[in-house]
């Protein structure tokens, strides 16, 4: 069997961590595996304060991820009934994704089907390639995306999620972009470019407030409105108290960039 390491590319590009599912060969379909290599990863990288933001992509330019792997040779478990009998890898993956404290960009460079689209719905953003496409096919096979759609549910109408589940159509990218499943669309020859304007976008901002923002906001979705006012209220309080809040404010009163504290020393 492959190391783990070969089928999880881990890249350290400055401050942001490049994740490749790198299974061009089988459209880089998911499994326990993957889904393994690439928690370790996020959790290693949470954990590093000098990383900002991570990247998730698929190796080649014809499919992010085709969902699990069907083809009976493979020398990978694939997403059977018996794991989920424990617990599925997608869902512990998803479990885990929740935890990463720093934006997570898809970048979204070829077909992202049935658990590769459920991968795309779990990251903070998505940039795509102008042929992308998405889809939840399996019904084609006698499922349904149950694991999937729980991912998706709060993230594009439930109409449109309905007819994309129990038609298995796909849907070309910029009716996903309409539906915001993704965020920006590139050529493919650009898509890396506009990975890096989006980057570009994010780590010259508050690394403090970005991180507790996210967190926060993942929280405040889960409550009802009051309860997520009172959330709020309290984190704003505790990033009023944050040297980043201090800088930033010192910045914008002497009209100059901020040099934010958090870059230099421990979480706060």
């Not at 326990?32 to 190796?59: H, K, M, Q």
């Not at 590769?116 to 042929?131: E, R, T, W």
């Not at 009716?175 to 915001?180: D, I, V």
């Not at 959330?231 to 404010?249: N, V, W, Y």
Request: proline share 4%; net charge negative.
């Amino acid at each position: 069997m492959s190391d783990s390491r070969d089928i999880v590319l881990v890249e350290r590009r400055d401050a942001v961590l490049w994740l490749t599912i790198n299974r061009p060969d089988r459209r880089n379909a998911l499994n326990g595996v993957v889904f393994d290599a690439l928690l370790e990863a996020l959790a290693a990288a949470d954990a590093d304060a000098s990383i900002r933001a991570a990247v998730l992509t698929g190796a080649g330019e014809k499919a992010f991820s085709a969902g699990a792997d069907l083809k009976p040779d493979t020398e990978y478990t694939a997403l059977t009934l018996d794991e989920a009998a424990l617990e599925h890898p997608y869902v512990q993956f998803a479990r885990g994704v929740r935890k990463f404290s720093k934006p997570l960009i898809a970048r979204v460079n070829g077909d992202a089907l049935a658990g590769g689209l459920g991968v795309v719905s779990l990251c903070d953003m998505a940039v795509a390639a102008d042929h992308a496409r998405f889809g939840l096919p399996e019904v084609r096979i006698g499922l349904f995306p149950l694991l999937i759609v729980a991912s998706l549910r709060r993230l594009i109408p439930r109409r449109v999620l309905m007819e994309m589940a129990i038609t298995g159509e796909f849907v070309d990218v910029a009716e996903a972009k309409t539906m915001g499943l993704v965020n920006h669309v590139a050529p493919a020859s650009d898509l890396d470019a506009k990975v890096q304007w989006l980057l570009h976008r994010i780590l010259d901002k508050s690394p403090t407030s970005v991180r507790r923002g996210k967190v926060a906001l993942c929280r405040m979705w889960e409550m009802t409105e009051d309860d997520s006012l009172a959330h709020a209220q309290s984190e704003l309080a505790l990033l009023f108290a944050t040297a980043d809040h201090r800088e930033g404010l010192a910045a914008f009163n002497e009209k100059r960039l901020p040099d934010w504290p958090s870059l230099l020393g421990p979480k706060e």
